[in-house]
């Protein structure tokens, strides 16, 4: 019996990004998330049934059409929505992409992650594929954590700490919410956590915004940052000068 092919649930495709890893990327942006992040800009993306559904082998040859823009650093970033969520399907894609020397670029929150199995073994056998992972951290105290995400984190450091032992490089990123994300304990805290692990090639630290709100109004969900303003150029220069 023909081995059935795994499909992805897709959310909508970038072209042209340039903020999603090393040079020009090709974005895959995948359907369903389950974490509720205060701060969430695509709330759009948290259900997992779309009817935009892709093979690997489709995305991949949609990919490549653009491939002559991606110069010697670009490649393909898989974002989200939370694409652990769809190992199965990622790995294929991953595994296709790198049979014609793709740069291969992993956006990820990790709360999926779990040394269970079978996700554990479906993980490593994607990481044989993956060139980047791009993880955001978005607070440290697993407690603030759930109020911040719906989740604790203990599962998403756990993850952090094994790319350091396969020595899989990381671009972290965190969001700076004033008052909520923003307490000098908890960046020291990060920024002692990416010492230690010892493979973060870069850091981003992302003020806070509200561009996603219209979103939320849209799709009829309360937001609940209404009147918290973005950080001011010293907050963000304070807490900027931790990570320097």
Not at 38 to 44: A, F, I, K, V
Not at 63 to 89: K, M
Not at 170 to 197: A, C, N, Q, S
């Amino acid at each position: 019996m023909k081995e059935r092919k795994p499909t992805g649930k897709v959310h909508s495709l970038e072209t042209f990004g340039l903020v999603d890893g090393p040079g020009v990327r090709y974005v895959v942006f995948m359907q369903g998330c389950r974490m509720r992040c205060q701060y969430c800009h695509n709330p759009e993306t948290w259900k997992e049934n779309t009817q935009n559904i892709w093979t690997p082998q489709a995305l991949l040859d949609r990919a490549w059409r653009y491939h002559r823009y991606w110069g010697p650093d670009g490649g393909i970033t898989v974002s989200g929505g939370e694409p652990l969520l769809q190992i199965d399907f990622l790995t294929e894609f991953f595994r296709l992409a790198k049979q014609r020397e793709i740069h291969t670029t992993l956006d990820t929150c990790g709360q999926p992650f779990t040394k269970n199995e079978p996700f554990y073994g479906k993980w490593k056998d994607l990481m044989k594929y993956t060139d980047l992972v791009m993880l955001d951290l978005k607070e440290m105290d697993s407690n603030r954590h759930r109020t911040l995400t719906g989740w604790g984190n203990e599962n998403i450091l756990e993850m952090a700490k094994e790319l350091a032992g396969m020595k899989i490089p990381v671009w972290i990123r965190h969001v700076l919410v004033p008052g909520l994300t923003d307490d000098k304990e908890g960046l020291l805290e990060l920024k002692r956590f990416m010492d230690y692990l010892g493979n973060v090639e870069k850091f981003e630290l992302l003020p806070y915004h509200t561009m996603g709100v219209l979103k939320w109004a849209e799709l009829g969900i309360e937001y609940p940052l209404d009147g918290i303003l973005p950080p001011t150029e010293k907050e963000i220069e304070e807490a900027e000068k931790i990570f320097r």
